[in-house]
Each structure stands twice: as C-alpha cells, then as structure tokens.
C-alpha cells in the first residue's frame, strides 16, 4: 500500500514569505506528526494530531509556524514571514492508533531552504 | 523530559564485522524504545521496537537489540555488516505515562560507514 506522501519535496523560498508544505497519511492512520530535521538541533517533535482531538502543538518553536488537518486526513504545515533558521527537512509521520508504542511510518519530508 | 543519548555520531565498520551502535535513556520508567533507520534523502524506516514484551527484539535486515534496565541501554547490534547498512541510524523513546505526549523523542543520530 501508499505509504505517508509528502510535497513538495524540495522548497526554496525568500526570507519573509510564507509556505505551505503538504503531508498525506497512509489510509486509515488516525495520528499524524510533523518533526522537523536540521543540523544543529537533530529531530524534534514539532506537533501532533489525533483524530478529531485538539491538537498537541507543544513542539511549535514560534507563532509563525502552525499546522492543520482537514477531515482528519491530509495535513498542512504553515510557516509565516520564514527565517534563515527555518532551513531544514520537515518530516510527517502517521501511526494507525496514536499510541505511544504504535508504530510512526514517516515521509520522505520536504527540504526547505530559507535564502 | 525523557532524553536519549547516542554514544557516537560515526562508526566505521568493515563488510562482515559485528555493527554495534549504542544507545542510552534517562527516564527511571522505562519507555517504549524503537530504533529507525535513514537512507540518504529519504524518511525514517522502523529496525525494531521494545514494548517489554521481551528484552531482546529482533528487527528487520538482521538487527537486533537489547533492554537492559540495570543500564539504561538499548544498544542495537547485527553480527555482520552489508554495505547496503551504510546509513544513519536513531534511537527514539516515547514514555509510558498516561499524562505523556505521544511523540518520539530521538537521538542525535549515528552514521554508519561500511568499509569494502
């Protein structure tokens, strides 16, 4: 089957503009996350959404970034106004249950370069 | 905060040798425990997971990794190298806790270098 898709897979944006960055979880897959991944910080946790609950946004590094789910499937992370020290690798991943020994399938994930 | 720490970011290896890739956590609970594994340019890939249904867990492509409380490690190992196992490798816990988040925290990451 379709594992977790992710697009675009590369981005190259200007300092101050907006960008959008898309994941579609497998089939089924009530949990989703995006992580971020760059050099200096490793991978962290940026937000998490589980079925129709509110939304864990305890990893969102700022107010420029924030993240929705629509009809509890496809996911779109937002970044406001980017930042040079936005520049890394968004990574979206989904579990079938959202528990916290159920298995995450990630993406490819979208390389975003901030000039 | 759970916090897991990777004891160096590049081992080389020679094609046959035993992979040893080292892995430690700090909570007093112990968590759930999964290493993933990240081939260039591509998304992470699930090696193994310890649930505390048994305290040696084997994976996928050979891997194999062992609970030890008494140490605090979870250290994932493969009695011979492939080239093909060039690649890096993170050790994740989520807690056990009801009031817990339910993301992965990750390592820093180790590269693994398979020499010809």
């Known amino acids: 089957g379709a594992g977790v898709s992710q697009s675009p897979s590369n981005k190259v944006t200007e300092k101050g503009k907006d960008v959008e960055l898309r994941c579609d979880p497998i089939s089924g897959h009530t949990a989703l996350y995006w992580y971020r991944q760059s050099l200096g910080q490793g991978l962290e946790f940026l937000i998490y959404?589980?079925?129709?609950?509110?939304?864990?946004k305890s990893g969102l590094p700022s107010d420029r970034f924030s993240a929705e789910r629509t009809g509890g499937s496809v996911s779109t992370l937002t970044i406001q106004r980017t930042q040079q020290e936005d520049s890394a690798v968004y990574l979206c991943a989904s579990s079938l249950t959202g528990t916290r020994l159920d298995t995450q399938y990630f993406g490819p994930g979208t390389r975003l370069t901030v000039l | 905060a759970q916090s897991v720490t990777q004891l160096g970011s590049h081992v080389s290896v020679s094609e046959g040798a035993l992979v040893l890739l080292r892995c430690n956590y700090s909570?007093?609970?112990?968590?759930?425990l999964f290493w993933y594994v990240q081939y260039p340019n591509q998304g992470l890939q699930l090696l193994l997971k310890y649930t505390s249904a048994a305290t040696l867990v084997k994976g996928i492509n050979g891997f194999e990794a062992e609970f030890k409380k008494s140490e605090t490690s979870f250290h994932l190992t493969k009695p011979s190298a492939h080239m093909s196992d060039a690649a890096e490798y993170f050790c994740?816990?989520?807690?056990?806790?009801?009031?817990?988040?339910?993301?992965?925290?990750f390592g820093s990451g180790t590269q693994l270098t398979v020499l010809p």
């Open positions: 959404f589980q079925g129709n609950s509110a939304p864990d």
């Open positions: 909570s007093s609970v112990p968590p759930y």
């Open positions: 994740a816990v989520s807690d056990r806790g009801s009031g817990s988040a339910r993301q992965l925290t």
